[in-house]
């Protein structure tokens, strides 16, 4: 497994920008499918974008698509989340998770991943 650890949240106002790192450890990381998720206040966490282990594939929620850009440099393990015109609903813990799986390159089931980071907030003000 890789160790994962998240940076970059913090307070935003509407329309803002902020882009989230997660940090790897270990040999494998370019053999992972890295995903985020999040998690508002209240509600059940949910499934934003992940990337191929090549960086060459990418799927997002419908709900951030156009705004955040996921994309990786496995010469530095490290995965990023570009959040552009962010709104208050994007208030959430975000979390980073690995999946190394041979049959489907991502999923939108936390449940298939087997590494998770620590999380980062992000608030977002209106």
């Known amino acids: 497994q890789v160790q994962l650890v998240e940076s970059g949240g913090g307070l935003v106002q509407a329309g803002g920008s902020l882009r989230l790192s997660c940090a790897a450890s270990?040999?494998?990381?370019?053999?992972?499918?890295v995903a985020w998720f999040r998690q508002p206040p209240g509600k059940e966490r949910e499934y934003v974008a992940a990337?191929?282990?090549?960086?060459?594939?990418?799927n997002y929620a419908y709900f951030v698509k156009g705004r955040f850009t996921i994309s990786r440099d496995n010469a530095k393990n490290t995965v990023y989340l570009q959040m552009n015109s962010l709104k208050p609903e994007d208030t959430a813990a975000y979390y980073c998770?690995?999946?190394?799986?041979?049959?489907?390159?991502?999923?939108?089931?936390?449940?298939?991943?087997?590494?998770w980071g620590q999380g980062t907030q992000v608030t977002v003000s209106s």
């Open positions: 998770a690995g999946m190394n799986n041979p049959i489907r390159w991502y999923s939108i089931s936390g449940a298939e991943y087997e590494s």
């Open positions: 990337i191929n282990r090549k960086g060459s594939s990418t």
């Open positions: 270990g040999q494998t990381f370019g053999t992972y499918t």
